[in-house]
């Protein structure tokens, strides 16, 4: 008995003499030195963020040195002006519009390209092409077509007796104009990442469902739109936080005008702290923004992971 336990301890000792139990008790900081890379991009991105913070409870300025701490005054301020409000719906209706547009057109254009046919494997590549070009080239790009004068755009429109459309230069037209570009852009990254999920389903089940003659529309409301509804959330989750941060695009096409149209969160912030220099009053909104961001961006993730509790 008790050279078989002696056996056994010898069994359990590592190379070096230590007993297993001894090397893992050795190292209780590993979980931590394997998040230090983590932290390492955390950190210089967490430095401006509370510094920013520090800075809408200010009176910093850019033609003033002075910095008085004045708590929560720069948020009482922002809830009580019209600016404030007025860029909460520009920002709310651009990503609402664009988000959803570029929902429904990639979850079309990932089925159709869900095809071993010769035109979706022509097409699948194209699909990166506007995801290639970055997003203040591309606006450029469609700021010369949209031009009222000299567009090419309201020359394909001549045709159909639409002269002289205004695009981004009426306070009407401005959001379409912007919306436009943004579906144009971002459409395929939703596509990719929805397709990418159908190429990932299991064939079983809907070769049960063809045995059975159910219907393609019963198929895809039973089968294929609850396996998606996991990517559908992370492209959302994706495109949603963009949106709601977006500053190239609009700037770009229009800094923001007519007037106060496309004021949206990242714009008005710019403006605010740059062109009339109150960066406490910029840094107020940029940190409002990012508050409406982090609610919206748990309550997605949580429905995620519902969704795939009820997959597993």
């Given at each position: 008995m008790f050279k078989r336990k002696k056996n056994d301890e010898t069994k359990t000792k590592s190379k070096t003499g230590k007993s297993v139990k001894g090397v893992s008790s050795r190292n209780p900081y590993l979980p931590y030195l394997m998040a230090l890379p983590a932290l390492a991009l955390t950190?210089?991105?967490?430095?401006?963020?509370?510094?920013?913070?520090?800075?809408?409870?200010?009176?910093?300025?850019?033609?003033?040195?002075?910095?008085?701490?004045?708590?929560?005054?720069?948020?009482?301020?922002?809830?009580?002006?019209?600016?404030?409000?007025?860029?909460?719906?520009?920002?709310?209706?651009?990503?609402i519009s664009a988000v959803g547009i570029e929902l429904i057109l990639g979850l079309i254009i990932a089925i159709l390209l869900n095809q071993e046919t010769f035109l979706a494997k022509v097409f699948r590549p194209l699909l990166l092409l506007p995801l290639m070009i970055a997003p203040i080239i591309g606006t450029l790009m469609w700021k010369l077509m949209m031009s009222p004068e000299f567009g090419v755009l309201?020359?394909?429109?001549?045709?159909?007796?639409?002269?002289?459309?205004?695009?981004?230069?009426?306070?009407?037209?401005?959001?379409?104009?912007?919306?436009?570009?943004?579906?144009?852009?971002?459409?395929?990254?939703?596509?990719?990442?929805?397709?990418?999920?159908?190429?990932?389903?299991?064939a079983p089940p809907f070769e049960a469902a063809m045995v059975d003659g159910a219907s393609r529309w019963f198929t895809f409301k039973t089968l294929t739109?609850?396996?998606?509804?996991?990517?559908?959330?992370?492209?959302?989750?994706?495109?949603?936080?963009?949106?709601?941060?977006?500053?190239?695009?609009?700037?770009?096409l229009t800094k923001g005008g007519p007037g106060a149209t496309l004021m949206n969160f990242q714009v008005s912030a710019y403006t605010t702290a740059f062109t009339y220099t109150k960066?406490?009053?910029?840094?107020?909104?940029?940190?409002?923004?990012?508050?409406?961001?982090?609610?919206?961006?748990?309550?997605?993730?949580?429905f995620w992971r519902k969704s795939q509790d009820r997959l597993s």
């Open positions: 950190l210089p991105v967490l430095y401006p963020f509370i510094q920013s913070i520090y800075y809408s409870m200010t009176t910093y300025s850019l033609t003033s040195p002075v910095k008085n701490f004045i708590w929560f005054e720069n948020y009482i301020w922002l809830f009580t002006s019209a600016e404030f409000w007025n860029s909460v719906k520009v920002s709310f209706v651009y990503t309201n020359y394909f429109l001549s045709y159909i007796g639409m002269r002289d459309f205004q695009w981004a230069s009426a306070a009407n037209s401005a959001m379409f104009s912007v919306v436009m570009i943004d579906v144009w852009m971002f459409t395929p990254f939703i596509a990719l990442l929805l397709l990418a999920g159908l190429r990932s389903m299991p739109l609850p396996m998606l509804m996991p990517f559908i959330i992370v492209s959302v989750v994706f495109r949603l936080i963009d949106s709601l941060r977006q500053f190239d695009i609009i700037f770009g960066v406490a009053d910029g840094s107020a909104l940029m940190i409002v923004n990012w508050v409406i961001i982090y609610v919206i961006s748990m309550f997605l993730v949580k």
